[in-house]
């Protein structure tokens, strides 16, 4: 812990017994080894922080908190403690590929214009099977084209610039859809960008109808808000709108048991050379003692 990291991971977990080790071992197997691990437990009440204090590498630091105090806050709070150039974000149910940082902190580096930079994601179910590809804009206009509708960047995949994140802290108010916040209260002063190659794996057994429709309500209070504060009305209630439809959308097919075709119709399908490398990810953290 004396040498300065050049890129910081921030690791929140809550009751992640059965995924945090493989979320771990996934950065140990990062090909760019120059990081530093922030794992803040938001109040588990399993074997989590025990899994974790196990692991012997003094790149990991280990905060316990003994309350739930939300993603949001627990990200301002490892933020507050990273030390590096650079900010990875990272699910305790999550994988990384191992090209993953050493790609997007040289994209990075190469173009000192993004402040916010994404990659390509394939997403996973319980049993390690890969389900399909989420969608992901490349461009900062493309990720940006429909801020009412959402951001095509997703919240596990970021990498951004340490600068950016401390004078950007999340709103700790919101307990779903904090990304989407954010994005939103800063995308006019900011640029996103995303590689378009797979180097994350997002876990996601099946929709789960309630986190989508807290997640839908958080994200139409953020709109309102900043249609309020910027003065554009009436896309923000248009945004509103069509969240509250979607919504409902979600409830008469997801709720009436068409899980999988939702999933699948949100989805893009995965090329052979993804699976591939899956299959080889998998492979290395079997080798590490861990499983998906």
Known sequence: MNSIPLVSIVM??????????????????????????????????????????????????????????????????????????????????????????????????????????????????????????????????????????????????????????????????????????????TFQRSRFCALETVLFGYRQHRLDLRKILLGRYASLVSMWRYGRSSGEIFPAFQGVVMQVIKGLVDILTIGLGFNRIMQARRLNPVPQSVVQEWQDVQEKLGGLGARL
């Open 12 to 185: 929140p977990m809550r009751n992640s017994e059965k995924t945090v080790l493989a979320a771990v071992r996934s950065i140990q197997l990062q090909t760019l080894q120059h990081w530093e691990l922030i794992i803040i437990d938001d109040g588990s009440s399993d074997k989590s922080y025990r899994i974790v204090s196990a692991i012997d590498d003094d790149r990991i630091r280990l905060v316990r908190k003994q309350t739930n105090g939300g993603l949001a806050r627990r990200l301002n709070q490892a933020i507050e403690l990273s030390r590096g150039d650079f900010i990875a974000r990272m699910d305790a149910d999550d994988v990384c590929f191992p090209e993953r940082l050493s790609r997007q902190v040289a994209k990075l580096q190469s173009d000192p214009t993004i402040d916010i930079l994404g990659c390509g994601a394939a997403v996973f179910s319980e049993n390690g099977a890969l389900v399909g590809l989420l969608p992901v804009g490349t461009d900062h206009e493309k990720i940006v084209s429909k801020p009412f509708v959402g951001f095509s960047l997703p919240h596990p995949t970021w990498c951004g610039r340490a600068t950016w994140f401390r004078s950007n802290p999340y709103d700790s108010q919101f307990m779903k859809a904090e990304d989407n916040d954010l994005l939103l209260r």
